[in-house]
């Protein structure tokens, strides 16, 4: 009898989990809390998508925040995979100019953990903004900006270390992080409604957020804000590597599965293997290359080898290899607006419908 009647009742009971799960989406768009909001969940060969709200379908594309960090360092590390540098190479080397005070002791490793010393955003963030700077002044900006603490003593989340790591792909490779990120890693992945910055696409194509209550350092609630906010032309075309990459929840998914399955279209499975496992010490908040990893980088439930990235424009994922789930829920409101979150609600009963 269990064995007649057990995989279809687990089915049963996964699938009541991911219809609450979208469900949550479906009324905090109902009811105007979330303008838009798309849910994408594989686990295995099976896949559960929705789209809610303003979002027209699966493909809606949605700034992604902070996801844009491993995704971008992903870039930089089929530079690795070419032995174009390592991990403990100085930051100096590709950068000579980032000397003085400590910076001599900061490693490309330090950069992609956050625990370089550099800050999360520029003392000059707002100013750099307004004024439409490009990356590259937000980089002269970074590397002459005064460190926090001692590379590598303590953790601390840190925009500007991936910014400058970004900007040693740049070296390394001769081509700007956007038209890098689209080369080595979009194609490859076949992400085809994905951009970093907004590349083929137009503003009009992508999800706005709902700046009204977005973070002050992202012009939230700044009326003067509009044409350097999330939502500005200027900043959707800058493509900031800790912030500017746009995609679908689909996308992401494929993303994602490089790093799950190990299938080698961008990186080999030893460099997947060290981007998702911790690189910081003990004693420090656990860090991969780029990514989020442990029980904290999934949701309530995941397991202590899950890895993934949040976002403060309101989006979440994350990848358990334990249970070979994928979690993906992209939103119009930023993180800092409503606790508990929706994406967060929504991806705890995905992480319960994996178990």
Request: charged residues 20%; glycine residues 8%.
């Amino acid at each position: 009898m269990a064995a007649t009647w057990g995989a279809p009742l687990l089915t049963a009971l996964r699938q009541e989990r991911l219809n609450a799960a979208a469900e949550v989406l479906a009324l905090a768009t109902r009811s105007g809390l979330v303008a838009a909001a798309v849910m994408h969940v594989t686990q295995g060969d099976k896949s559960f998508t929705r789209s809610f709200g303003k979002a027209a379908n699966e493909h809606a594309m949605f700034l992604l925040g902070s996801i844009s960090k491993p995704i971008s360092v992903t870039a930089l590390m089929t530079l690795f995979d070419r032995g174009a540098f390592t991990l403990d190479d100085r930051l100096r080397k590709f950068i000579p100019q980032f000397t003085r005070d400590g910076r001599e002791d900061v490693t490309i490793r330090h950069l992609l953990t956050h625990v370089s010393g550099l800050p999360d955003q520029l003392p000059e963030n707002d100013a750099l903004r307004s004024k439409h700077a490009p990356l590259s002044e937000f980089a002269e900006k970074a590397i002459r900006t005064p460190l926090h603490f001692a590379p590598g003593s303590r953790y601390q989340y840190s925009s500007m270390g991936i910014l400058l790591a970004a900007r040693v792909a740049e070296q390394i490779s001769g081509l700007d992080i956007l038209t890098l990120v689209d080369q080595a890693v979009l194609r490859p992945l076949v992400m085809q409604h994905s951009a970093q910055g907004l590349g083929r696409f137009q503003l009009e194509d992508m999800i706005p957020v709902q700046t009204e209550r977005a973070a002050p350092e992202s012009g939230g609630g700044d009326p003067k804000a509009r044409l350097w906010d999330w939502n500005s032309l200027y900043w959707r075309k800058l493509g900031a590597p800790w912030g500017g990459t746009h995609a679908s929840a689909p996308d992401i998914g494929r993303f994602l599965a490089e790093f799950l399955y190990e299938n080698g279209k961008v990186l080999k499975p030893e460099t997947v293997r060290k981007m998702v496992s911790n690189q910081n010490g003990p004693g420090l908040t656990p860090r991969g290359l780029g990514m989020n990893v442990g029980a904290s980088a999934g949701s309530p439930g995941c397991s202590e080898v899950t890895f993934g990235h949040s976002g403060s424009t309101g989006t979440i994922c994350w990848a358990d290899p334990v249970s070979r789930t994928i979690c993906v829920v992209l939103t119009s409101l930023p993180a800092r607006a409503v606790l508990p979150h929706p994406r967060d609600v929504a991806a705890a009963h995905v992480a319960a419908a994996a178990r």
